[in-house]
């Protein structure tokens, strides 16, 4: 079993506010990320997989194909974006780093068996730096 | 516990099979497929797993590890063309995936017995690009 990660980036804006919740409740929750007019970040995104050594080619994964999957399925879909009003599929009603994660692991897990056919490797994890100190992971499979 | 130690060295590669043509090998492998070669930084972080040592209070000791990263992977690999010069290589593809099998082949003996257990290789032939290995099937 070889794990291989790829590190990509971002940049997006978006505001933490929840239609759930009370205005005064909002600003208490989520503080400065909750300002109206919005902000945005510079993302980090890693994605994270596993599988047996391909012993004819030395791999396992085509490092391209994993750059196609994410680069047409998600990063296309969150560039420059904002995300609460353009990219509610992947980064959902509250676009916080978690549902972020959350979105990314579905878009890329549905896609996944057309990027990699057959029993070549799985989806093990994503992570996502919003900031360098603001880190979220989602592990997929153990 | 696990404690892991870094060791850097630059080297080059060309990741390519022989019997396959140079378009097969572009195609497989993109540009890291010219057959010239071309090099990396490479970031190697050795992970090791065990309980402090009640005296010491250490899992391993951190100088020794560097000395045996030193002469097993870095004198081995730096500053070499792996493809001509660092066997299994003129053989085995150098993909990371297999350079960090053959790191793991060459450290597991000298760890073995040591008090910790070799629990994974990680090399980043970019900051962007990492593999890992555990070893067997973990």
């Known amino acids: ?142 | 516990m696990l404690i892991t130690r870094r060791a850097e060295f630059s080297a080059s590669h060309a990741c390519r099979q022989p019997a396959r043509t140079d378009e097969e090998n572009a195609a497989l492998y993109g540009a890291e497929a010219n057959p010239r070669g071309h090099g990396h930084n490479f970031v190697l972080d050795v992970t090791l797993e065990g309980e402090p040592d009640p005296l010491s209070g250490m899992v391993y000791d951190l100088k020794k590890l560097k000395e045996i990263l030193q002469r097993e992977v870095v004198d081995v690999f730096d500053h070499r063309f792996l493809n001509l010069e660092v066997p299994p290589f003129d053989r085995v593809v150098p993909t990371p995936e297999n350079m960090a099998a053959d790191i793991w082949r060459r450290l597991e003996p000298v760890l073995l017995g040591a008090g910790a257990r070799l629990h994974a290789v990680r090399l980043a032939e970019t900051e962007d690009l990492w593999v890992e290995y555990r070893g067997g099937a973990r």
Not at chain 1, 109 to 126: I, M, N, T
Request: glycine share 8%.
């Open chain 1, 1 to 142: 079993m070889i794990r291989l990660a790829r590190r990509y980036r971002f940049s997006a804006s978006h505001r933490l506010h929840s239609p759930a919740l009370p205005e005064a409740a909002n600003a208490e929750l989520y503080g400065k990320c909750n300002n109206p007019c919005g902000h945005g970040h510079n993302y980090v995104l890693e994605v994270g997989l596993r599988g047996p050594l391909d012993e004819a080619t030395g791999r396992v994964a085509d490092v391209a194909a994993l750059d196609r999957l994410v680069e047409t399925k998600v990063l296309e879909k969150l560039r420059y974006r904002d995300l609460n009003r353009e990219a509610r599929q992947i980064a959902g009603e509250v676009p916080t780093t978690e549902n972020l994660a959350a979105g990314i692991v579905r878009e890329l897990s549905s896609w996944w068996p057309e990027f990699f056919p057959g029993p070549g490797p799985s989806l093990e994890r994503v992570r996502i730096c919003e900031t360098p100190r603001n880190v979220i992971e989602e592990v997929v499979s153990r």
